[in-house]
């Protein structure tokens, strides 16, 4: 379980972007955070991965105070966050064997781990290419391909109309309910998106967000 309480996380002496934030998140269920940029969803994000530290409150992930959390060993939590990073100047395939590397994967199952994710998100044809020369939708479907070689048990993703082509969203959002449902393990997930209708069919609840703080909820049927 996920679990904030009276969370604060500021920039700055004179912003907050997240203001007074009480959250319970279960285990396995579909969260979408709803709202305009600049509403606090990102940070929320953020927070949740380790990535920045609150300012006032406790934020627990499995009933452990987030600072304590060792997130190479105690939580399997992948983040497709809107601004990945990669080696921009070495290939896809350079880049996921990378990751199965810090993940202390045995190096003779690489080949066939990475030559599977790839065919799974239907970008083998981008395994020799370098990073740097992908389009940004592309680079998405490597993000998501290289979270799909590990199992995992939190999966947050940011901005999922991060293109407002029909097309290239549709494809996209596809991917993603791919990399939900992989492993056939019932994932926490968490999205975040602009409008409610971008995570329609996705997720069981819907959480407002205006200026930093959450304004309502709304259950709904992910599937």
Known sequence: MIEL??????YNKEYLALCNINLKIEDG???????????????????IAGLDKHKE???????TSIEKVDFLNDVHLGYLSSKAVFFENKTVEKNLAWALKVHKVPKPEWKEKIDFVLSEFKISHLKK??????????RRLVQMARLALRPLDILLCDDIEM??????????NTA????????????TVILTCCNPKSCKGIVSRKI??????????EKSESK
């Open 57 to 63: 409150g406790e934020v627990f992930l499995n009933g």
């Open 208 to 217: 407002k967000m205006v200026s930093g703080s959450i304004e309502a909820e």
């Open 163 to 172: 293109n407002k082509d029909e097309r290239t969203f549709l494809t996209l």
């Open 129 to 138: 290419e370098r990073v740097v020369r992908l389009s940004k939708s592309d």
């Open 5 to 10: 309480k009276n969370v604060c996380l500021g």
């Open 29 to 47: 269920e579909r969260v979408a955070l709803v709202g305009e940029e600049g509403s606090g969803k990102t940070a929320l994000l953020r927070l």
């Open 176 to 187: 993603l309910r791919k990399l939900i449902d992989m492993d056939n393990k019932d994932k």
